[in-house]
């Protein structure tokens, strides 16, 4: 595999440098015919063996021309052919085709602008800042004819400036923020950790469309955005609350099967179902508990050529649990207990629905969510005393989109603007959750490997003034 | 009752086959773009939207199974333009975005492009590509479509 490749591009490489030579040589050859051309009008007699010897000269080259031109055609049958033998082994399942690495990563500028005495002046940062949000690299792998592999991990400057906690002098505590700053002994150099975080991690399995396997941390296949993920791909900036917040795991850990049925000529049903550790303290290193996480999607897609209609739901239920373990026991024996400190049971629902027609793009998202206690902790100190009770989240937005019809002057370049309305309750027992924010916006895309996204969002609560806030922001997205 | 003259007989007759020429003609000009699968794919026959879910990948297998290896010819062709205008309904840039996403999305990557479909389609199993027919050999791989006339 590898002398394949390295052959292939050796074989490139005496290709461009064939064109090199070629280049040069019609440069020669031009310029010796327009010398030869200004010679015949001021010949001098005497300069007649010298024209017969630019002849001479002029015939060598163009066989060594026509030579290099002929090697040249050779070069590109081999390489042809040798492209071919790599796709042929490749199809036979002789050879993987190696790792291929590709990623995106984008920067923002960002501004916000509260209210004066709202909650939000003092959560929001008062500065406007750039800041490195996503830098993820794949690394995707294709083993055999069915049987591939994607990494896809995300580089980040975090756990810098992470605020474990507010000060809070009634209860004696102090402001605590993170500074992973090092000392390198050796050359007493000192720089700042940063992290990485695994988006997804699997195997695929794709042996037939109605019949597909992923085994490994793979993305929750529910809603548009979080299937379409990536900010090169996402019209908007930022991507919706329900993300954010996780009120549906962005991934989970475990298996899923999914398919593709035909109903229809440019229609597709899909299912997925999952089957994973659900939700936990833990979740991504081990389950601390036996009841596996399932969900259900279907999806039902007309993809036509004007016109293309999707709409979907994904059903999820799944349990968390949290335990502590302690010493029992030191003499005669040793012992440890296990002890369930929290439990509770997720019923999750996600609806969306996609229509996109001549240049304009409608989609919705909701998710409801119950949670149901049969282990409260006690209540989170910003909502109260007590225990938590159960509670119910419910998440959505519409988009509407346009991208302008500029194709005359923009060739493929292409200027979509939006506007979507979101609205987020995380805890409908909590009022200060509920939050309205329309959004308006503008998506430039000079090439296809980046966009140019502008912003200006307007949150607020809707039970009071406490969260009053425009944010601006301004975004470079980039696929590479 | 008055007879029909012979004459008119053979005028329709000469009208028909003329006809019938002009129709085959038409059916197998040498530009035609033609749509060819590899010897072991059962399939006789796709429609336009199957051709578009093969080569935008919506569509991962044949009906008997088998893996489908949609191949394209090479990118700034003619040939490779007129394809992806008239069955996929993009242009080049939409196509590079398109399977710019894919590959962030699912990691799905863009057909292979070679010069020689013809070779490409005949030597991998549950290929399929296209050609102008002039390119094609009987025998070699089968014709599934042939791509209506703009």
């Known amino acids: 595999m590898m002398s394949l490749t390295h052959r292939l591009s050796h074989t490139r490489r005496a290709s461009a440098l064939a064109r090199m030579i070629l280049a040069g040589l019609c440069g020669t050859l031009i310029t010796l015919r327009l010398s030869g051309g200004s010679a015949e009008t001021s010949e001098p007699p005497e300069a007649a063996s010298e024209a017969e010897a630019i002849k001479a000269f002029k015939a060598n080259n163009q066989s060594k021309f026509d030579s290099l031109e002929t090697r040249f055609e050779d070069f590109d049958g081999q390489l042809e052919e040798l492209e071919l033998t790599l796709l042929e082994s490749q199809e036979l399942e002789e050879t993987d085709t190696g790792i291929e690495i590709y990623g995106f990563f984008d920067v923002l500028f960002l501004k916000a602008f509260s209210k004066k005495g709202s909650l939000l002046e003092g959560l929001a940062w008062p500065s406007s800042t750039f800041i490195l949000q996503n830098l993820n690299l794949y690394f995707a792998g294709q083993m055999t004819r069915t049987l591939s592999s994607i990494v896809e991990l995300r580089f980040t400057f975090r756990p810098l400036g992470d605020e474990r906690q507010f000060e809070f002098s009634q209860l004696g505590l102090a402001y605590d923020r993170l500074d992973t700053e090092v000392d390198d002994q050796l050359s007493n150099e000192h720089f700042r950790l940063g992290g990485v975080v695994i988006e997804r991690a699997h195997v695929t399995w794709e042996p037939i469309d109605f019949f597909n ?125 296990q002890e369930v400190t929290e439990n509770y049971t997720e019923y999750l629902g996600a609806f969306d629905f996609l229509l996109r027609a001549y240049g304009w793009r409608l989609q919705a998202e909701y998710v409801w969510r119950l949670t149901r206690y049969s282990l409260r902790p006690p209540r989170d100190q910003m909502h109260g005393p007590g225990y938590q009770p159960d509670y119910l989240s419910i998440f959505g937005y519409g988009l509407l989109a346009y991208t302008l019809p500029l194709e005359r002057w923009l060739d493929q370049k292409t200027i979509t603007t939006f506007v979507s309305l979101e609205y987020s309750n995380l805890d409908e027992t909590v009022d200060l959750n509920t939050t309205l924010m329309p959004i308006l916006g503008i998506n430039f895309k000079p090439s296809e490997y980046v966009a140019l996204k502008l912003e200006a969002a307007y949150i607020h609560t809707i039970h009071d003034d406490s969260f009053r806030s425009w944010i601006l922001t301004a975004q470079l997205a980039v696929a590479f | 009752m008055r007879r029909t003259p012979l004459h008119f007989y053979l005028c329709l007759t000469l009208f028909g086959a003329l006809l019938l020429h002009t129709d085959r003609a038409r059916a197998e000009d040498p530009e035609d773009i033609v749509v060819i699968v590899h010897k072991s794919v059962a399939k006789k026959e796709v429609t336009i939207a199957e051709l578009q879910d093969y080569f935008l990948k919506n569509r991962l297998s044949w009906p008997d199974g088998q893996k489908v290896v949609p191949i394209n010819v090479k990118e700034d062709t003619p040939l490779r333009d007129a394809f992806r205008r008239r069955v996929l309904g993009m242009t080049a840039t939409q196509e590079n975005r398109y399977w710019l996403d894919r590959k962030i999305q699912s990691g799905h990557k863009k057909p292979p492009e070679l010069g020689n479909t013809v070779k490409a389609v005949y030597r991998i199993k549950g290929a399929i590509g296209y050609t102008y027919r002039k390119n094609y050999k009987e025998g070699v791989v089968t014709i599934v479509f042939v791509l209506p006339k703009e």
């Open chain 1, 213 to 337: 396997l992923i085994a490994g941390y793979y993305l929750t296949p529910y809603g548009i955005w979080n299937v379409e993920h990536g900010s090169p791909v996402r019209l908007s900036i930022r991507p919706p609350y329900m993300q954010i917040s996780h009120v549906v795991p962005l991934a989970q850990l475990g298996v899923m099967a999914y398919g593709r049925f035909f109903p229809a000529a440019r229609t597709y049903l899909d299912y997925v179902v999952t089957v994973s550790n659900g939700r936990g303290p833990m979740d991504t290193i081990m389950d601390l508990d036996e009841n596996k996480a399932v969900g259900l999607k279907l999806k039902l897609s007309y993809n036509g050529n004007d016109v293309k209609l999707a709409a979907g739901g994904y059903g999820y239920i799944g349990d968390y649990t949290d335990i502590k373990r302690a010493v029992t026991s030191v003499f005669p024996s040793f012992g440890v207990r």
